[in-house]
């Protein structure tokens, strides 16, 4: 217990360093029916959702490529529903998850223009969607708010 205590102390020093957005989880750690539990994902995650910086949890297949996300609050909340006869975690191992519910595959490319991103969240009804690489390398995140600050430094930039 008191070596626990003192993972989960270092764990939020290094969260509150860092200021990560995202938890990833990778498809080659998955699989096997150990490679982490219901209860750890939870601790994880109620840990890093007591910060207002952290909000997704991303899937990605051969260690880096995107395959979608979920918001970790709504996971965390699936899990606390699901305690009992859950299916989240072992979809997770078997990388069945189309089979989660709220699971997000949308993406857009880094080449993409401002005004082709904001095409595609309107269309889809988001505010933040994820940036991949034309390899599909998962990036990051992008938000309306981002995306409208850019447009207008350029339309600055170019008064000059």
């Given at each position: 217990m008191r070596q626990q205590i003192e993972i989960i102390e270092e764990f939020r020093k290094k969260i509150l360093r860092d200021s990560p957005s995202t938890l990833l989880i990778r498809k080659y750690y998955t699989g096997k029916t150990d490679s982490f539990t219901l209860s750890a994902l939870e601790v994880c995650l109620k840990e890093l959702t007591r910060y207002d910086f952290f909000k997704y949890v991303v899937f990605l297949e051969d260690t880096h490529i995107f395959y979608g996300y979920l918001y970790a609050r709504g996971l965390l909340d699936r899990l606390?529903?699901?305690?009992?006869?859950?299916?989240?975690?072992?979809?997770i191992h078997e990388w069945n998850l189309d089979e989660i519910p709220g699971v997000k595959k949308s993406c857009v490319f880094n080449y993409q223009s401002n005004r082709e991103i904001l095409r595609i969240m309107d269309e889809e009804g988001i505010k933040e969607i994820a940036v991949v690489?034309?390899?599909?390398?998962?990036?990051?995140?992008?938000?309306?708010?981002?995306?409208?600050?850019?447009?207008?430094?350029?339309?600055?930039?170019?008064?000059?």
């Open positions: 606390s529903y699901e305690r009992e006869n859950g299916q989240i975690v072992p979809n690489d034309k390899m599909r390398s998962f990036e990051g995140f992008t938000n309306r708010e981002l995306i409208v600050s850019r447009i207008i430094n350029n339309l600055m930039n170019d008064a000059k």
